[in-house]
């Protein structure tokens, strides 16, 4: 599956992959934050219901400059919401591509690729990005508990890249079913910014659809090291 800026491309396996369950850096975006109501039920049958997420205040969401620069848009923001700036998104294209102008679109495979490595920012400092795939089912990468790592990477400040239906979004927040045992139980919302928005506005704020959700087949975590 490639991940492009608008494609609509389905991966039917996408939901039940990502909803059947989930679970030095230097330079880490603001505490996020941590909510969940009381248990259902005593006994363990009971749930409780969790949000989790990166305070907006921390994001900086990019906006795609190209149809299909979804995927380096959402590079770019996590590059920013660290405080490392990259403001030309060109700059991640020619990492990938070797050239600033090819508009296409990047496989997660090629997402990974692109972020790890060493990066300059707009300031001359310099700083190693480090990704890995939660979920990848173009790589046959099916994780049972996608959904605890998610959690995880959002409590500690970190935003994901998720990618649906061929395009990719800056996943910054969860709402989800636990149980006791801290096993997921179902999602129940999925906030993203998206960067396919007019050239030059920042990424929106938004809920992934049940279609997206349905079809998430790309789930990859970020860390970036000063």
Known sequence: MIVTGMGRLGQGMGRRAFLAGAGAVLAAPASAGLVCTGFTEAGPGGVQRCTVGVPSVAVQGAGQLCRFWCWAACIQSLFATTGF????????????????????????????????????????????????????????????????????????????????????????????LTDRAGSSKGILDITVRDPWVPVGQPAAARSLSAAELQSTFFVAQVRVYA
């Open 85 to 176: 700036i990259i403001a030309d998104q060109q700059r991640i294209v020619q990492a990938l591509f070797g050239r600033r102008d090819v508009c296409a679109t990047a496989t997660g495979a090629e997402i990974i690729r692109t972020i790890n490595r060493d990066w300059q920012a707009d300031d001359g400092r310099w700083f190693r990005a480090w990704a890995q795939p939660l979920l990848d089912l173009t790589l046959g990468l099916h994780n049972a508990n996608v959904a605890q790592g998610v959690a995880w990477d959002l409590a500690n400040g970190f935003p994901l890249i998720n990618g649906a239906l061929g395009h990719a979004t800056l996943l910054t927040a969860m709402t989800y």
